[in-house]
Every structure is written in structure tokens, then in C-alpha cells.
């Protein structure tokens, strides 16, 4: 199996702040396409998880400009530019080269 | 607008089987994948696995002798059945609606619709 690494666990940042979480995979996920088979995916309190993130870096239907997601083969970013109350939740990146799909531990973003 | 509702028993015994569905409204099933996933309490996610609509699935090595999927496009259900559970399989089970972007190709799919979750307990 892939084994995908996140960090970090936790994740406190001021309203209006930059967030970075990062995300390492086993193997690279690159494959000759050129698309970069990672997810990323946020659960919020009470809420299902949705989709953050495709294929490395494009956004999902929905989602605010402030989320990018960046990097490629081992090594990925998610980042939020100004967090804000709303983007609590623990974040997961997800890899979808193969089966099993694996996710990271999580990265849960909470408001100082 | 599509909805998954899953719904189970909330306690089952250990050894025994557990069997889940996954309710959609709203949307048909053809087309898609299906999957699984759960997190246990105090955990992350687990991917159990996914099926397609030709009921082409892939399972979790880790779970792959007690699991099974099914897709009944007339009750518009995608069933789970996990055996032999033990305190382990606690957890939120969550099914997700998986997107084929027609600019991949069909390996690919990401998950666009979620249900709520259901909770399922181990115990005696």
C-alpha cells in the first residue's frame, strides 16, 4: 500500500492567516498523464467530508479561491491563504494512483 | 440535487455480520463508483472500497475476506457487508459518490457527493 504522511497533526491559525499542510506519499504519484493522483479532502464538525482538491491542484465545484493545492510526485501543499472561522475541520490528503486509496493522518485546523 | 442516506443497525454483536446501505435520491447510480469509507473513533479515514456500476469492485486488502458491495440500481442502493466484525470495525461508516472526469479516463474518479454517516458499534 502507499503510505501517505501529513504534517502537521495540528494546526492553530489567527483569522485572516495563511495555512500550510503538507503531504508526502511513498511513491511517487505522478503518473505519464501528468497529473498528480492526490486529493485533498476537509471534514468539518457535523458535516460530511468533501472534496477539496483534484489531481493535485484543481479546485472542486464550490470551493473558495483561497484553497490551493500544490506540489508533485512525493511532496504536496495544500494551502489556505486567509483562514477563516468556517474552515475548521480536520484536513486529509488522499491518494488515488491505486487501490487502496490511503489517506494521511489528518490535519486538524482550528482558530487561535 | 443528489443525497446519500446510509442507514444500518447502530449495534451489532461481535462475530456477527454486519450489513449496511447506502440510500440515493435524487440521481441515478449508473455511471458512478461507489464507495465505502469509515473512521473509527478518535481515528482517521479508511478507505473499505469501492464498486462500480458493472459491479467491477476493489476491496481493501486489509478487509478483504470478511467485505462484499453490491449496487441494486432498481432500489437505487449500494449495499456493504462486513463479517465477522469485532470491536475494530467501530466506527462512522460513510458512503461517497465517485465522479469520472471525462478528461482522465475511467481509472480515475473523485469523491463529489457524501452521506451523513452512520454509526456502527461492536459490542455485546
Known amino acids: 500500500d502507499i503510505v501517505v504522511t501529513q504534517s502537521p497533526l495540528s494546526l492553530p491559525v489567527a483569522p485572516g492567516e495563511p495555512a500550510s499542510i503538507s503531504c508526502g506519499s511513498s511513491q511517487s504519484l505522478l503518473r505519464p498523464d501528468g497529473y498528480n493522483y492526490l486529493d485533498w479532502y476537509v471534514h468539518k464538525p457535523g458535516q460530511s467530508p468533501q472534496l477539496l482538491i483534484y489531481l493535485g491542484s484543481n479546485r472542486a465545484s464550490g470551493v473558495p479561491d483561497r484553497f490551493s493545492g500544490g506540489g508533485s510526485g512525493t511532496d504536496f501543499t495544500l494551502r489556505i491563504s486567509r483562514v477563516e472561522a468556517e474552515d475548521v475541520g480536520v484536513y486529509y490528503c488522499?491518494?488515488?494512483?491505486?487501490?487502496?486509496?490511503?489517506f494521511g493522518q489528518g490535519t486538524k485546523v482550528e482558530i487561535k | 440535487q443528489v443525497q446519500l442516506q446510509e442507514s444500518g443497525p447502530g449495534l451489532v454483536k461481535p462475530s456477527e455480520t454486519l450489513s449496511l446501505t447506502c440510500t440515493v435520491s435524487g440521481g441515478s447510480l449508473n455511471n458512478y463508483y461507489w464507495t465505502w469509507i469509515r473512521r473509527p473513533a478518535g481515528k482517521g479515514l479508511e478507505w473499505i472500497g469501492r464498486i462500480y456500476t458493472n459491479d467491477n469492485t476493489r476491496y481493501n486488502p486489509s478487509l478483504q475476506s470478511r467485505v462484499s458491495m453490491s449496487v441494486d440500481t432498481s432500489k437505487n442502493h449500494i449495499s456493504l457487508t462486513l463479517t465477522s466484525v469485532t470491536a475494530a470495525d467501530t466506527a462512522i461508516y460513510y458512503c461517497?459518490?465517485?465522479?469520472?472526469?471525462?478528461?482522465?479516463?475511467?481509472?480515475?474518479?473523485?469523491?463529489?457527493?457524501w452521506g451523513k454517516g452512520t454509526t456502527v458499534t461492536v459490542s455485546s
Open positions: 461517497a459518490r465517485g465522479y469520472v472526469p471525462t478528461a482522465i479516463g475511467p481509472w480515475y474518479h473523485y469523491m463529489d457527493v
Open positions: 488522499m491518494q488515488t494512483l491505486q487501490t487502496p486509496r490511503t
